[in-house]
């Protein structure tokens, strides 16, 4: 299997200021690391022992992603419970906010993972620095794709 597998991600990074005006924008695409390639394959058990991802989390870490990752490279506090996970065909949306005062620094990648600590990263990204001052607010929304072979 290809690094990162039949499966892609396409991750929309929005700050905004304290007046709710976007200050940034980017849309990146993500990297399914090999936990997460065999937590969705384990989904497919009658069974399943490994947990589907709950949480999103952000951080420093200007490190490209790889599908060997495991954490972030620095993550900064707190890991947001997703507030929306739906299925459209073969696409998973996933989304959460960060409010003012939560997460403020400068933010250069985030991850799904399934804790809000420790736990399994399904993806990671890495993106262009968004300076997140305290009175900011920050929304990430993260479309992943199952692709056919």
Not at 43 to 54: E, F, G, H, N, R
Not at 76 to 87: I, V
């Amino acid at each position: 299997m290809k690094d990162g597998g039949l499966g892609r991600g396409i991750v929309e990074v929005i700050l905004r200021g304290p007046d709710g005006r976007v200050k940034d924008r980017e849309v990146v695409t993500n990297k399914l690391t090999e936990a997460g390639q065999a937590a969705i394959a384990e989904q497919l058990l009658d069974s399943p022992a490994i947990v589907t991802p709950k949480y999103m989390a952000v951080g420093e870490g200007e490190v490209e992603a790889k599908a060997s990752d495991t954490t972030l490279g620095k993550e900064l506090s707190p890991r947001k419970a997703l507030t929306s996970k739906t299925r459209s065909g073969n696409v998973v949306t996933m989304k959460a906010a960060w409010a003012a005062g939560e997460a403020t620094g400068k933010i250069t990648e985030a991850g799904v993972l399934t804790a809000s600590s420790s736990g399994t990263l399904y993806l990671r990204t890495v993106f262009g620095l968004k300076t997140k001052e305290a009175g900011d607010t920050l929304e990430i929304v993260w479309k992943y794709t199952q692709e056919a072979a």
